[in-house]
């Protein structure tokens, strides 16, 4: 995508999510900090904290294992590049929130289906993070997994594997893409 329609396809995924109520006051929202290729979000923090949303990030607690957290995310907070790259807060894995205590978690895609599938970069930190919504013992539905991506990374069909965490929706630049429960 070139440089500068990926620009305007940013905005108008940043201004989706608006419409859709992601920043409303007292939510708690997993975002990510863009890798180059990935939608940047960014722009939407300052907006959000200024409306009282409390932002967070993944933060990899162990590449061996392929854990992963989300910790705050707070304003002018100094971030550096982890093992693979990724921006996460200095102040490591301090103040992190289990993931069911979250709102939503938007998250960044290599590529989507039409039923809510998704690739990411194939290390699984989502999918391990987001294990327990798969536990048939103790269900539960929150945080709303809401993909960001932008339509061209849309396939026919991926095949999911057992292990592999369903969407509630995308976002791209032609709109939102809603998945059944």
């Given at each position: 995508i070139p440089d500068a329609d990926r620009r305007v396809h940013d905005r108008v995924i940043r201004a989706t999510l608006g419409k859709l109520g992601v920043w409303q006051r007292g939510r708690r929202v997993a975002a990510f900090l863009g890798m180059?290729?990935?939608?940047?979000?960014?722009?939407?923090?300052?907006?959000?904290?200024?409306?009282?949303?409390?932002?967070?990030?993944?933060?990899?607690?162990?590449?061996?294992?392929?854990?992963?957290?989300?910790?705050?995310?707070?304003?002018?907070?100094?971030?550096?590049?982890?093992?693979?790259?990724?921006?996460?807060?200095?102040?490591?894995?301090?103040?992190?929130?289990?993931?069911?205590?979250?709102?939503?978690?938007?998250?960044?895609?290599?590529?989507?289906d039409r039923q809510g599938h998704?690739?990411?970069m194939g290390a699984g930190f989502y999918d391990r993070v987001l294990r327990p919504r798969l536990d048939r013992t103790q269900p539960f539905r929150r945080p709303r997994l809401i993909g960001i991506a932008y339509s061209i990374q849309q396939v026919d069909r991926l095949e999911p594997a057992s292990w592999d965490v369903a969407l509630d929706l995308v976002v791209t630049e032609r709109g939102i893409l809603r998945f059944p429960p």
């Open positions: 180059p290729g990935e939608v940047d979000l960014r722009p939407c923090f300052g907006t959000a904290w200024q409306r009282g949303v409390r932002v967070y990030v993944p933060h990899i607690v162990s590449r061996r294992d392929g854990r992963m957290v989300f910790v705050p995310l707070e304003s002018g907070a100094a971030v550096r590049g982890n093992m693979f790259g990724i921006a996460e807060p200095l102040h490591g894995s301090r103040g992190r929130i289990p993931v069911r205590h979250l709102d939503t978690i938007l998250v960044p895609l290599v590529g989507f998704r690739l990411g």
